[in-house]
């Protein structure tokens, strides 16, 4: 197939286009390549896909309505995975505006671009940040979200809703995924395993946040991309019994679906630390903080109904993930 990845140079995004690229589809990969973090990180993850055959790439920004018209145009795309957006709970409450110029406008633009040019499956990335203030445990796609904590986490429960009315519309199939705190190998400055291991080797505390009783669904980069393959693969459909009457919020009568994506199996902060720790063989100075403005205390990705519909069943243990990136940390830095 011919695949547009937006966000291509970024974490997610790269894994993606590899992954895509190794199977023998066609990559075209759209980033702008912002500041909003360390931009070497993001042309060194660029740089390892320039060489591969079948992959080209266009610096262009979402929120560019002509230029993303006329690359949707030009190049015919059969499916697209937008993963371009801006990222970040705690920037969030600094600059909102980035992110309504990029993950409303710029969305917009890429529902305007699948419409008109015949795209056969849009998948996009959703955030388990929509669930907000909820507190019921495992977090369903089913519940209502409506009561989000930070304009990140509205933003990308406004593209579930702004996808729904395309499906509705026009018939484009599209379907969200609700990633749950993703990390590896060429990960975000911004996340805290970076952060983290960042700090611990330069002798510096680490910030921890609600005094570390935190939980986190914590995901594997590689178990995410390929859940993401294997949903677009599959197109969503509508949903043959539902039920206006008693509506269902992850599917609908028109071809719509959302799905949590994580490892359904949340790891309480302290243990994620303290698995940094034995695998940097270094102790970490604590500072321990209240919660953060905007942030949840804990995420648990109810994902049997995305495995039932694509049979996704994530295995990499934190032990195991931790350890890849800390080795992929240690050889990019030259630790």
């Given at each position: 197939?011919?695949?547009?990845v937006t966000?291509?140079a970024?974490f997610?995004?790269?894994?993606l286009a590899?992954?895509?690229?190794d ?5 075209v ?10 931009v070497s ?12 055959q ?5 610096r262009?920004d ?11 145009r030009?190049?015919?795309f059969?499916r697209?995975?937008?993963?371009a ?8 409450l ?21 419409r008109?040019e015949?795209v ?6 959703s955030t ?5 203030a ?8 089913h ?6 904590l930070?304009?990140?986490a509205?933003t ?14 026009y018939?484009?199939p599209?379907?969200?995924?609700r ?5 590896g190998?060429w990960?975000?400055?911004d996340m805290?395993?970076f952060?983290?291991t960042?700090k ?8 921890v ?8 669904d914590?995901t594997?980069?590689?178990d ?7 949903v677009l693969?599959?197109p ?7 039920d206006?009457?008693?509506?269902d919020?992850?599917?609908s009568?028109?071809p719509?679906?959302?799905?949590n994506i994580?490892?359904?199996?949340p790891?309480e902060?302290m243990r994620?630390?303290?698995?940094l ?5 270094r102790?970490a100075?604590k500072k321990?903080?209240?919660?953060q ?5 804990d ?6 109904d ?5 049979g996704y ?6 032990e195991?993930?931790?350890r890849?990136?800390v080795?992929?940390y ?6």
């Amino acid at each position: 197939m011919k695949v547009l990845v937006t966000g291509a140079a970024g974490f997610i995004g790269s894994h993606l286009a590899h992954y895509l690229l190794d199977r023998g589809d066609e990559v075209v990969g759209l980033d702008n390549l912002n500041d909003y973090y360390d931009v070497s990180l993001k042309e060194a993850r660029l740089a390892r896909l320039m060489p591969r055959q079948g992959f080209s790439f266009a610096r262009l920004d979402l929120a560019d309505r002509e230029g993303v018209a006329e690359l949707f145009r030009a190049e015919g795309f059969q499916r697209v995975v937008n993963l371009a957006a801006q990222a970040g709970v705690r920037y969030s409450l600094e600059n909102p505006h980035s992110y309504v110029d990029s993950n409303v406008t710029g969305f917009l633009n890429i529902l305007e671009g699948c419409r008109h040019e015949g795209v056969e499956h849009l998948v996009y990335a959703s955030t388990s940040s929509v669930y907000g203030a909820h507190t019921a445990m495992p977090f369903s796609v089913h519940e209502h979200v409506d009561h989000p904590l930070a304009i990140y986490a509205a933003t990308k429960k406004a593209n579930e809703l702004m996808a729904h009315s395309y499906s509705h519309l026009y018939g484009l199939p599209t379907t969200g995924l609700r990633f749950f705190t993703v990390y590896g190998p060429w990960g975000r400055p911004d996340m805290a395993l970076f952060l983290f291991t960042r700090k611990i080797l330069a002798g510096e505390p680490i910030e921890v946040f609600n005094y570390g009783n935190h939980r986190r669904d914590f995901t594997f980069v590689e178990d995410i991309v390929e859940g993401v393959v294997r949903v677009l693969d599959r197109p969503a459909e509508p949903n043959p019994d539902w039920d206006p009457a008693l509506p269902d919020c992850a599917s609908s009568n028109a071809p719509y679906r959302v799905y949590n994506i994580g490892n359904s199996q949340p790891v309480e902060l302290m243990r994620y630390i303290e698995v940094l720790e034995e695998c940097l063989g270094r102790k970490a100075e604590k500072k321990l903080l209240p919660l953060q403005a905007g942030d949840v205390p804990d995420t648990y990705a109810d994902t049997s109904d995305l495995e039932r519909d694509v049979g996704y069943r994530p295995d990499t243990p934190v032990e195991e993930g931790v350890r890849r990136f800390v080795a992929w940390y240690r050889e990019y830095y030259g630790v």
